[in-house]
């Protein structure tokens, strides 16, 4: 039996703190703080800290090197071990809680259903919100975590990393948020993992960007040893890990129709922190999404511009983004530097790049409105048809901007497309102008699309022209900087050449003021150049002159066209070209029918049809079908224009011409309809307006959706007709056929007489008279018959003094106003005026 100084021994043992006990078996193994420490491997400030109090609770790997170094037997290592756990339990620091919103989520309902749902039902451990720096990656983070907080059972622990500066440091602020203070760094990531343990937690790593290399070690290194842990990070660049979830925070929706301002979730930000601000933008949601479209819903430029309301109304702050995203600044001053500018947030990510990624980051400024990876290649690279290896190399850099949210990619049709947003963009191009290196990167952009308009050009009568068109219409915005720099440079041949590779994409999908405008200016340049320095020119130039002409007849401006098509003829002429030739006598025979000189157009399409059979040129021959078809009907020959029309029609399945097919289904179409037979003109022409729609044609959809509208007004189905006939108008309105637009209205003016309108019917009439007055052309011989009736109709049904008020109304309405719509019932012709 033990005596009773024994007993009091153990006693007070078992009784003594942690400290107190390693002190005392210390001192029983006569042993220094010194000594203890080399050979448990530890510093003697560690050992001098646990004796004191002034570190509690150590890890178990530190107290199994303690006792071996102490060679403790059980009991008293159990003893020990009891006491630092006594301790851990009710001196440890709790976790860091994720902070009190300080304002409220504004939309997002969709991002934080679909995150939250991937955490809380443990779909996977590791999930990163990734986006450029503004687009509001933190506020959902913190959304998110709250969210999902009741779903862990050990809570959810709260890491800011933004201030951090060095990557050593984001050990130690791990550490601390999960309330350890560690002894020793070298096993800082294990000792974290033996806290943690197999806790139910969620682990939030806010803002890794700058450090998201070390970010990525750690995580690896958890998710290994703590099989119950989740970790959910925001981050600018993903961490690259096995099993790593992604999650791309998208900008705030945006009002894309009228209809959508009120729900817009862009707009609902902007007006709360405008409110905040004081400012009430009731009444002046137009005004606010015009900015927030500018800022394309990126929610820390919304808040930036919002912020300027105090000095500024939101027409002006409108105005002012429309030239520069400089004045998105002023943030809170609580903020870091890179949340109290738009440019501080890119300048933020722009740091962390390498010298090869800046340099890319950069030159991909010069692309508008995205690029595919060859057109960043050929910049990149300054190679008109980059290699495997340039290619390679541009896919590197581009995945690694990508993956630092700096450029954004979207796939559509099996095509990968990259695109800067506008305020991003705009910091790349600053950038490149510092470098000096703006010029040259424009030059290769403008070379490579020049190449791609003209490579597009030869494919746009085959078969898989809707995919280049497509791809012609994706690229637009490059086009126009390509075409603008072209003429800012002078560069004449590429200028020539590039309009005249795209206007029979221009005419195709409707791009008539645009095209003809780039051909005018490039035709002039080149006309005020010396002989001698445009003397290899003469094929682009006759090319451009067909374009300018061609476009110039769309838009009915017949006098214009004729002279640039004469050019046109004389050139090819010259240069022994019987294709080019061939199309302008075509178009010449456009200009002709459409001026009423149906003789003229006839003989003009048959010398184009002869050149184009000495050629062989199948599809030239069934366009030269096409066009004498319709030159036969609308003088009123149905059985002549209903034979050419077929044989275009069965000409052009063969070969693959969408547009020629739709033309020629619209002919016979209107063929059948001016001869009674409704349904079958119906069946055809609905058939030539879904061709149309598919291809983009807008042309064919308007002339459809035209005839369509004659068939309805025929059966008596007034308003179908008027819906029909006014998609029309507003189609060829904008399109600038006036041509049309006169017979359109015509049209819409016996509806309004079947609908007992007459007034309206008369000012439909005056107006349509404006119109070919202008143009100097007659109602083409088909459509007289019907004109007379409802103008007859609609003199005998009102005063002659009424007639001619609303005619002379008509007259007097520029198209555009008419083209807005039918009016409702009980609005006469004054409503318009």
Known sequence: MPSDGSRRGADDVQGAGFGGLLRRHRREAGLSQEGLAELAGLSVDAIAALERGRRRAPRAHTLRLLADALRLEDPDRSRLTAAARKE??????????????????????????????????RITRLLTLTGPGGVGKTRLTLAVAIDVGDSFQ??????PLAALTDPAAVVPAIAASIGLHPLESTRLVEEIAEQIGRSTMLLVLDNCSHVVATVGQVCAALLERCPNLSILASSRELLRLPGESVYVVPALSLPHTEDQVDSSEAVQLFAERATARGYDSTGQLDQVARVVRRLEGMPLAIEL???????????????????????????????????QSMTGAIEWSYALLTPAERDVFAQLSVFVGGWTLNAAATVMSGQ?????????????????????????????????????????????????????????????HALFYLSLAEEAEGHLRRPEHAEWLERLESELDNLRSAMAWALRTSSVSEALRLAGGLWQFCSLHGHYAEGSQWLERALTLAESMPAELTADLSAA??????????????????????VRLQIALRQFKELGDDAGTALTLQRLG????????????????????????????????????????????????????????????D??????????????LISLGAIAQYGGELVE????????????????????????????????????????????????????????????????????????????????????????????EVINVPVPQIEKADYTATRAAVEAALERRTFRTAWSSGRAVPLAAVADGYPPPGSGSRALI
């Not at 599809?619 to 149905?638: E, Q, T």
């Open 88 to 121: 851990a339990d009710t001196t440890r620091t709790p976790m860091r809680q994720p902070p009190a919103p300080t304002n409220q989520l504004i939309g997002r309902t969709t991002e934080l259903t679909a995150t939250s749902r991937v955490l809380g039902q």
């Open 154 to 159: 050990d809570g959810v622990c709260w890491v």
């Open 305 to 339: 511009a919002a912020a300027r309301l105090n000095v500024m109304t939101i027409e002006e702050l409108a105005n002012e983004l429309e030239l520069s995203f400089g004045i998105l600044a002023g943030g809170s001053r609580t903020a870091s530097p890179r949340q």
């Open 384 to 444: 008109p048809f980059p290699g495997p290896q340039e290619r390679a190399e541009a896919l590197d850099l581009t995945g690694r901007l990508a993956d630092k949210s700096l450029i954004r990619v979207s796939r559509r049709h099996g095509v990968t497309r990259y695109y800067m947003l506008a305020v991003i963009r705009e910091f790349a191009a600053d950038r490149l102008v510092a470098v000096g290196r703006t010029d040259e990167a424009a030059e290769r």
């Open 541 to 562: 130039s006759a090319k451009a002159n067909l374009g300018a002409g061609s476009l110039a007849f769309l838009q009915c401006e017949y006098d214009a066209a004729t």
């Open 590 to 649: 456009g200009v002709a029918r459409e001026r009423g000189d149906y003789e003229a157009a006839e003989d003009l399409h048959c010398e184009s049809y002869d050149l184009y059979e000495s050629l062989g040129d199948r599809a030239g021959m069934a366009w030269a079908h096409n066009h004498l078809g319709f030159v036969a009907w609308l003088r009123g020959d149905l059985e002549v224009g209903a034979r050419r029309c077929r044989k275009a029609r």
């Open 651 to 664: 000409a052009f399945r063969i070969v693959g011409d969408g547009e020629g097919l739709a033309w020629s």
């Open 681 to 772: 003109a119906e069946d055809v022409l609905q058939e030539s307006l879904a061709l149309s729609q598919r291809l983009g044609y807008r042309e064919g959809v308007a002339w459809s959706l035209n005839q369509l509208g004659i068939i309805e007004r025929r059966r008596g189905v007034t308003e179908r007709a008027v819906h029909l006939l006014d998609e029309s108008l507003a189609e060829h309105r904008d399109l600038g056929d006036r041509w049309r637009s006169a017979s359109v209205l015509e049209e819409l003016a016996a509806v309004a007489q079947q609908r007992d309108r007459s007034e309206y019917a008369a000012f439909l009439l005056g107006a349509a008279d404006g119109v070919r």
